[in-house]
C-alpha cells in the first residue's frame, strides 16, 4: 500500500456483524503465498471511527519494525502486514494514536459538554438510522435543560442508540466474564440516569483536578456527555467481540489451510484487544497458526482469560480456553496513566444489580487489562517494561507488561489511552513472536 510505513501490507474490512470484504481477504490469502510470508502480524484498531485514523496507527506503529528486524530477525523470516478496518467510534474530542494531538505534559483540559458536529455524523454513521435521536442528543446537552425528566429524555434516547437487540450478533459478546448472562446490560444503560451523570461529573473532575464549569443541573450535563461516550464504547465492545469471533478468527483458519507452515501475530489496541483476543474464540478447531497476542491498552476485563474469578470461583473469563489456542505468549501492556480504562472503563462495565462488588474500589471487580493488566491467571508475569525488553521473554502463558514508563501522555477523558507509537512497544511485539534473533 502507497505510503505505509511497511510492507508488503493488505487490509481486512469487516462489517458490523464481522462480514469481511471478500476481495481483500482472497488478496490476502494469495499475497502471504505470492510474497513468501512466513510471518504475518495482523493489527486491529480501536476507537477509531474512520480508516485514515486506523491506518495512520499502523503506519505509525510499525515504522520501527523493519529497522528492529534489520540484521536481527529470526533466520529464515519473511514479515507481512494486514490492518484490520471494522466499524468503529471515536468522539472528536480524544486524540487519535498519532502523537501530534497528544498534550506534551499533565496540564488538564476541561472536555466541552456539547457535540460537535464531527461527533454527531460520527454517530450517525456507526449508528444508521439514529439521525433524530443524534439530533435530540445534542440539543439537550447544549441547551442543559433543568430537572430530572429531561436527563431521564437523554438517558432514554442513548440506550434506543447504543442498545443492541437480544436476536443481534454482537449481543453474544456483551460481557467478558462468564459470571453475567449473554447480553447483560450495564447500570450505564439501565440505571438511574441523574445518578450516573453525578458518578460521570465526578469522575470527570477528579481526572483534571478542576471542577467542571457550571453547578447543580448545568454540571451534571457534563457527566451527561461522558455518559453518553460510554455507552457508546459499550456498544463498541460487543461490536468488536463479534467482528473478532465471527469474521477474523474463521480467516485465520482459511490462512492456516492454504498456508500450513504461516506463523500469525496478533497485535490489538484498546477494543482493538477485545477483537483479536475473540478471534481466537473464531479459530476452527485443531488450528495452532498464532504464536503470539500482544494487547495494547486492553479495553476489556483483566478478568477475560480467568480460569476462576477470585469473587466467584464456579465462573471463569470469557476467554478462559481461548487462550489456550495460542501457541505461545499472550502479552497484555498496561498503564497507570490511563484514564479511559482506569476511571471511566469501571463505571461504564459494572452490570446493573451487581451485589458483588468491592464497594469503592470499582477497579477490582470491573477493571480493565489495560490499566493494570492480566488477573486471576496462575504464573502469570508481571514485569516492567525495560526488564521485559532486556529479560527472558515466556514462549508461553500470559505475560503483563508495565509501560507506565512511556505511555504516559494524554489530557482528559482518556489520559494516555491512545499514547501507544513507541518503539519500545514495537519491540514488546517482536519479542512476543519470538521474531528477533
Not at 322 to 329: F, S, T
Request: with cysteine; charged share 20%; proline share 8%.
Amino acid at each position: 500500500m502507497p505510503g505505509m510505513s511497511v510492507e508488503p501490507y493488505w487490509e481486512i474490512t469487516f462489517d458490523a456483524d464481522g462480514d469481511p470484504d471478500r476481495a481483500q481477504r482472497d488478496r490476502l490469502t494469495a499475497g502471504v503465498g505470492t510474497k513468501g510470508v512466513t510471518d504475518l502480524l495482523i493489527f486491529s484498531h480501536g476507537w477509531n471511527s474512520d480508516r485514515s485514523g486506523a491506518t495512520s496507527l499502523y503506519d505509525r506503529f510499525l515504522a520501527p519494525v523493519p529497522g528492529l528486524l534489520a540484521g536481527r530477525a529470526r533466520p529464515g523470516t519473511v514479515m507481512g502486514y494486514a490492518g484490520v478496518l471494522w466499524p468503529s467510534m471515536r468522539f472528536s474530542d480524544e486524540p487519535i494514536p498519532d502523537f501530534g494531538t497528544l498534550l506534551p505534559g499533565p496540564e488538564p483540559l476541561r472536555p466541552e459538554p456539547a457535540l460537535d458536529t464531527v461527533t454527531c455524523d460520527a454517530l450517525v454513521a456507526v449508528f444508521p438510522g439514529h439521525e433524530d435521536d443524534v439530533r435530540r442528543i445534542a440539543g439537550l446537552l447544549e441547551e442543559r435543560p433543568d430537572g430530572e425528566e429531561p436527563f431521564a429524555e437523554f438517558a432514554a434516547l442513548v440506550r434506543r442508540l447504543t442498545g443492541v437487540p437480544p436476536e443481534a450478533v454482537a449481543a453474544l459478546c456483551a460481557d467478558d466474564t462468564s459470571d453475567a448472562a449473554p447480553g447483560a446490560e450495564p447500570a450505564v444503560l439501565c440505571g438511574d440516569p441523574v445518578a450516573a451523570c453525578e458518578e460521570y461529573a465526578a469522575a470527570l473532575e477528579g481526572g483534571t483536578g478542576l471542577p467542571l464549569a457550571g453547578g447543580g443541573w448545568t454540571r451534571l450535563w457534563n457527566g451527561a456527555k461522558e455518559m453518553l461516550r460510554q455507552a457508546t464504547y459499550y456498544a463498541m465492545k460487543r461490536r468488536a467481540g463479534a467482528v473478532g469471533e465471527r469474521g477474523l478468527g474463521p480467516i485465520l483458519g482459511g490462512l492456516a489451510r492454504a498456508h500450513p507452515s504461516l506463523s500469525v501475530h496478533l497485535v490489538g489496541h484498546s477494543f482493538g484487544g477485545r477483537l483479536v483476543s475473540y478471534a481466537l474464540l473464531g479459530l476452527p478447531d485443531g488450528v495452532r497458526a498464532v504464536k503470539s497476542v500482544t494487547l495494547l491498552q486492553g479495553a476489556f476485563s483483566h478478568y477475560a482469560f480467568a480460569s476462576r474469578l477470585p469473587h466467584d470461583g464456579a465462573h471463569g473469563g470469557a476467554l478462559s480456553t481461548a487462550r489456550l489456542k495460542v501457541a505461545g505468549p499472550v502479552v497484555s501492556c498496561y498503564s497507570r496513566h490511563d484514564t479511559a480504562l482506569g476511571t471511566m472503563y469501571p463505571i461504564a462495565s459494572r452490570l446493573a444489580g451487581d451485589d458483588r462488588g468491592f464497594g469503592a474500589d470499582l477497579g477490582e471487580r470491573w477493571g480493565a487489562m489495560g490499566h493494570d493488566g492480566i488477573k486471576a491467571v496462575g504464573d502469570t508475569m508481571d514485569v516492567p517494561l525495560a526488564e521485559a525488553l532486556r529479560g527472558a521473554f515466556p514462549r508461553a502463558g500470559c505475560v503483563s507488561v508495565d509501560a507506565s514508563a512511556v505511555v504516559s501522555r494524554g489530557g482528559p477523558p482518556s489520559g494516555a489511552h491512545s499514547d501507544i507509537c513507541h518503539p519500545e512497544l514495537a519491540r514488546i511485539v517482536l519479542r512476543a513472536g519470538r521474531l528477533l534473533a
